[in-house]
């Protein structure tokens, strides 16, 4: 079983920055992947990024240049850098751990874009 927490969601103004980070406990494999998802009101759940044990990182379009992943891998801990912040990024960020036997999920964590 994995548990993930989350933190550093919070308001933030247009332009600005947050960084969230997640940390894995439980039996976390060596080839895990671990990615950031998103979810705002009234729409599906979509990809942030990802990135592999290895480091190869994955971003969605409208992420690229603004967001970076990185992650820790002998703590399981995982960060998203968010730069040039939108109101249209305003969700809640879940993060995520991928691997062999399961697809587990944190509970996420508000990130409000506005001024």
């Known amino acids: 079983q994995v548990q993930l927490v989350e933190s550093g969601g919070g308001l933030v103004q247009p332009g600005g920055s947050l960084r969230l980070s997640c940390a894995a406990s439980?039996?976390?494999?060596?080839?895990?992947?671990m990615a950031w998802y998103r979810q705002a009101p009234g729409k599906q759940r979509e990809l942030v990024a990802s990135i592999s044990t290895g480091g190869i990182t994955n971003y969605a379009n409208s992420m690229k240049g603004r967001f970076t992943i990185s992650r820790d891998n002998a703590n399981n801990t995982v960060w998203l850098q968010m730069n040039i912040l939108k109101p249209e990024d305003t969700a809640v960020y879940y993060c995520?751990?991928?691997?062999?036997?399961?697809?587990?999920w944190g509970q996420g964590t508000q990130v409000t874009v506005s001024s």
């Open positions: 995520n751990v991928r691997q062999f036997g399961g697809n587990y």
């Open positions: 439980g039996s976390i494999f060596s080839f895990a992947v």
